[in-house]
Each structure stands twice: as structure tokens, then as C-alpha cells.
């Protein structure tokens, strides 16, 4: 008796210490290595009790000896299989990596993306393949939604996670995201540009009578060159164009040059434009004449007959400087700036706003009156009768409905209220948000399509259509 526990007691401890082995190796490490070291903890366990087996003689210790042994070879067999199965996965995804490739569309290649690109889902030995883009504004993870830069190629990394069982691997592909610019030299783009390239002039100025600021001096060519100015009596004229500083009565008018440097890369040219700067006028000529040309800003659709929204301006000077100051017969309707409106209720009419312009230059004043129609506020009809008659499309750079490269802008809300749904009629080239656009290929055509927008508010309704032209790449 006292050796049978003896025995077990060996057997006991020889036990423990192989469960702490396995115990220990399914605690740390992770995938081939921690199972190396369950394989190794097994195979120990099974010399141990192989060992113990050898010094006992009793046949009922033996038999539970030999039992042990066989449950850990089994363990043993089931890791080596489980190691087996792992390394199978991983075959696998590997194998699917190599074979991974991104499909590109029509003469698109990983160099020159102009389309949306496919991307593969699945490999060809069942691993489940996920996609993450680097720029995802510029191309979406699924490959789907593009969005081409306007002058300048974007590189972009689309990377593929690949997963079989409990193997995993990456596989990163760097693509150039072309820009929607015409494909030309420095040299082509920096002459069609030149030859575009023209002063924007404020009111009714031309380049042979500048009066007042210029409305623009682009800073980029319509082909995407670059465009600097420079002004030879900025004292007149300043660079920008923006503050005009008129000769004295009497002096006569004033002669600048304007010089714009036009660059695409390392190519430059230099267009000069001559233009005549007016001398002033007596101050009862100007005041008469800033009079005659005096408008109200209007904002929106809106005129002196319908006025529903705050004016955009009051202008604090004519055009030949004059300075023009605002009052409003009824400031609890319209502020004297023309900030603040206060509409009457729908069911009170509308009403009548009388606003007075004082043009003052030196000692000589005069006074111009508009009459404005404040509308009562709209019923849910006039809204939606006045959000369509307002509702246009936004259109990027030089485009147009009959000219479309870029996406385009589609208001989802009109000025007073109503809510814009749009729908496309052929959203594989047009979304039906206008965000995503999607333009045919060289040599296929231009494609017409139509826009509707449903406009309501309240339960009410209207649809108003626009038809647009998608230029061919």
C-alpha cells in the first residue's frame, strides 16, 4: 500500500509538471510560435510519463500509465494538426496575394487612372479580401467613387488586407490619380492660356475708361497655368487691381501698364495690357453722374417690385466716388443698411418701403429714391413656386450645362424652405448628388443628361428639369 502511493505521487507530480508546461505554452505567444510551444510542452508531458512508465511494475498503475500517454499523443497529433491546418490558410493567402491585381478601365493603367478601378472581393483560393484607400476624398475603398483632382495627379495607396482562417497578409498598390487639366506641354497650356487670359472690369469700365477697381485679375489660366500681375504705377492702380486712385479734375486721364506673367513649369510668357485710368470729375458731374448709375443690390431673384430678402448692398460709393449714404422710411421693415428685413405675416399684405440714397462729393449733394415691395411672407405654394424659380445649378471653373467636366453643385434646400431631391437619368455618369461624375471616354461621345429636381414644402410639390451635357474625356 505504502508504494502504490509512493506511485502516485510520482505520477502526480510528473502530471502537474506537464500541465504546467501546456498550461504555460497556451498562455504566451501567438500564432506559429505559441503553437510551436504547445507542441513542444506535449511531446515533453509524453517523455515524462514514458519515463515513469518504465520504473513501475504494477499492472493497474500501468494501465492508467498507458491510458495518459495515449490521451497526450492524441493532443499531441491534434496540435500537429492544427499547426497543419494553419499553415495550409496561410499557403493560401499567399498564393491569393501574388495573384492579386487591381482591373482598371478602358486605357487606364496603375500610372494614369482617369475611372473608377475594380477591385477584387474574393481570391481565387476563397480568401476574403478588404480594401482601405490612402486619400479616400480623392478615391473611395471601394474603388467606385472618383473624384479627379482639377490640375495636379494625386499618388494613392490601395491597400488589400487578405484573410483565410486565421492567416493574414497585406498587399499595397501605389496608383496616379490622374487630374481632369487637358493632357498638354507647359508650353501649349501657358499659350491657350495667354490667349484667354483678359481683365475683369467693374460696372461699366472697359480697358480704355477704368473708373473703379477691377472685378478680377485671375490668378490661374482656364488650362491651369499660373498668373501674377504686376501693376508699373501701383499708386494708380494697385497690383491686385483692387484700389483705383483717380487723377485730379482737370490733370486728364493716366496711362498703366499691366503686366502678367503666365507659368506652367518652366515655361513663361508676360502679357501686357494698357489701360486708361479717368481723370475725376467736378464734383456736381460726379454727383450726377454716380446718381444716373446708382442700383440697389438685390439680393437673390429679388427686385425693387418683390422684396423678400435682405439686400446684399447699399453701395457706400458711386462709381466715380462719390460717397452715398442710406435711409429707410421704415426701419422696423428694412434697416437702414439693408440688413435686416422684417416681412409681414402672410395674412396682412404686403407692404411698402421708401429708401433714399444721399450722393454727396465736396459741396455738391443730390438724392435718389427707390420704392421697394415687401412681399408678406410666402404661403407653402409661393415657397416652392419661389425656391424653383430660384434653383439653379452650380457649375465649377469654365463649365456649363452645355459643358460639364466637374461635378457639379445641386442645392438640397431653397431660400425660403423647401427641400430639393434630385435624381439622375443616367447615373453611371452622373450621380444623382452631382458629386460623383463619371465622363466617357475618348472617342464615345458626349452624353446628355437630364436633372430633375422635386421640390416641395409642406405636402406640396413641384419638378423643375435641367439638362446637362457631359463632355467626353
Known sequence: MKKWTVIMLVLSMCLLGSSTALAHGNSHGSGNDSRQQQLQSCKDA????????????????????????????????????????????????????????IQFI????????????????????????????????????????????????????????IRYGNAQTTKTFRIII??????????????????????????????????????ELPSKGVNGSTVTWESTMPSVISNDGKRVVRPPTGSGSTIVIFTAQIRSGSYKETKVFIVKVKEQMPDAQRVAAD???????????????????????????????????????????????????????ASTGDTFVLVSAVITSGSAVDVKQFTLTVKAEYTSTEKVAADKADLAITYKDSDNAGYVTKPLGLPSKGYY??????????????????????????????ISVNLTAFVSHNGIGDVKVFTVTVKQQ
Open 291 to 345: 446718381k444716373a448709375a446708382l442700383q440697389i443690390d438685390f439680393g437673390g431673384s429679388d427686385s425693387a417690385g418683390r422684396v423678400t430678402r435682405p439686400v446684399d448692398a447699399f453701395p457706400a460709393y458711386g462709381v466715380n466716388g462719390s460717397s452715398i449714404k442710406w435711409m429707410s422710411s421704415s426701419t422696423a421693415v428694412l434697416s437702414d443698411d439693408g440688413k435686416t428685413l422684417h416681412r409681414p405675416a
Open 178 to 215: 490622374k487630374s481632369t487639366a487637358p493632357v498638354m506641354s507647359d508650353i501649349d497650356r501657358v499659350k491657350k492660356d495667354y490667349a484667354a487670359l483678359s481683365i475683369v472690369f467693374g460696372g461699366s469700365d472697359t480697358i480704355d475708361s477704368v473708373t473703379q477697381p477691377f472685378k
Open 417 to 446: 424652405g423647401s427641400s430639393v431631391i434630385w435624381y439622375s437619368s443616367n447615373t453611371a455618369v452622373l450621380s444623382d448628388n452631382g458629386t460623383v461624375l463619371h465622363r466617357p471616354a475618348h472617342g464615345q461621345g458626349d
Open 106 to 161: 478602358g486605357n487606364d493603367n496603375a500610372k494614369s487612372v482617369t475611372l473608377p478601378i475594380i477591385l477584387s472581393s474574393k481570391g481565387k483560393n476563397g480568401s476574403a479580401i478588404t480594401w482601405t484607400s490612402s486619400n479616400p476624398s480623392i478615391l473611395a475603398s471601394n474603388g467606385l467613387l472618383l473624384n479627379r483632382p482639377d490640375y495636379n495627379d494625386v499618388a494613392i495607396d490601395m491597400t488589400a488586407t
Open 46 to 101: 509524453v517523455n515524462r510519463l514514458n519515463a515513469v512508465l518504465v520504473k513501475v511494475k504494477n499492472e493497474r498503475t500501468r494501465a492508467i500509465l498507458k491510458r495518459m500517454i495515449a490521451n497526450f499523443k492524441a493532443e499531441c497529433e491534434s496540435g500537429t494538426n492544427g499547426d497543419s491546418t494553419y499553415q495550409k490558410d496561410l499557403a493560401k493567402v499567399n498564393a491569393d496575394k501574388n495573384a492579386l491585381s
